[in-house]
């Protein structure tokens, strides 16, 4: 994804492009690479009952956005309306998008919003997108990326079905099935990629709504955004769980490297302070 350089931006510079739906937006960037006039643009953004038309009309506006193009701010309200939409897919890619011009009161507005978003990776994009505009409200959903991600029962009844400990799964995958007393059966998916790092309720084991299902560790690609970002945005507070990835052997030579860089920027802020 192509860096963009936004005035007065500084350190922040960084983390152009760096959000941890990159790779989920990738299948976009391949299947909408048909160019649009501004006028389908506007048509497609309207046409929030074709979802496909919407996440076109995006990646154009991302792309002139990138070129610099001053006639994208025209959709600027369009954008703040999509952030408030029912449809999560909406506000996740509206969230990394804003992160594009950092020099909009309006974008910083919806993105503070964003961060008490109940979809976590939306509160991710807009975390992310806030340390682009200089703003640290972000952190704890930055370091929160480190920590083991709870996944809850949203019903009460018994597990039917679960993945192992150590599985690898998408956001969206089935992680377990909980069957009520009358035998209806919800569904439990991912709400982020990552590895299931413990199964705390088993097959056949009863619970209740609001109980801890599994945990979830990050995706490699979401830990290492969020070990950037706290570079520029992280306190003492985050420290231990840094030097903890800093000190693994069972992370990758990419986190380990950034784990360092992270923990030694953080170090020379308090220092300075």
């Known amino acids: ?25 990738a299948w976009y960037f391949t299947w909408f690479g048909r160019e649009l006039s501004d006028a389908d643009v506007s048509q497609y953004l309207a046409d929030a009952k074709n979802p496909r038309h919407v996440q076109h009309a995006l990646v154009q506006i991302q792309q002139r956005m990138e070129r610099g193009d001053p006639a994208s701010k025209s959709w600027y309200p369009q954008l703040i309306a999509l952030s408030n939409s029912t ?31 109940q979809e976590p990776l939306v509160r991710r994009n807009a975390a992310l997108a806030l340390v682009r505009f ?14 083991p991600y709870a996944v809850r029962a949203r019903v009460s009844g018994v597990i039917a079905s679960s993945l192992k ?7 969206s995958a089935l992680l377990a099935r909980i069957e ?10 991912s709400p982020l990629p990552g590895k299931i790092q413990k199964v705390l309720k088993g ?19 979401s830990v290492y955004e969020a070990l950037r970002g706290l570079s520029l ?21 990419k986190i380990h490297d950034q784990a360092n860089l992270t923990h030694n920027s953080i170090k020379a802020r308090i220092k300075a302070h």
């Open 1 to 25: 994804m192509a860096r963009v350089r936004a005035p007065g931006s500084g350190p922040i510079l960084i983390l152009a492009g760096l959000f941890v739906i990159a790779t989920l937006l």
């Open 165 to 171: 400990e150590g599985a690898t799964v998408a956001r």
């Open 203 to 221: 097959n056949g084991t009863q619970v209740s709504a609001g109980d801890e299902i599994l945990t979830l560790n990050s995706d490699e690609n």
């Open 134 to 147: 200089n703003d640290p409200s972000g952190r704890e959903e930055l370091a929160a990326v480190l920590q």
């Open 87 to 117: 449809e999560p897919e909406f506000r996740l890619t509206v969230a990394w998008l804003m992160g594009f011009d950092n020099q909009a009161p309006q974008f910083h507005e919806s993105l503070l919003k964003l961060l008490e978003d």
């Open 180 to 189: 009520q007393p009358d035998q209806t059966v919800v569904q439990v998916r």
């Open 233 to 253: 945005v992280g306190t003492a507070e985050d420290v231990a769980v840094i030097e903890g990835y800093a000190s693994s052997s069972s992370v990758s030579t």
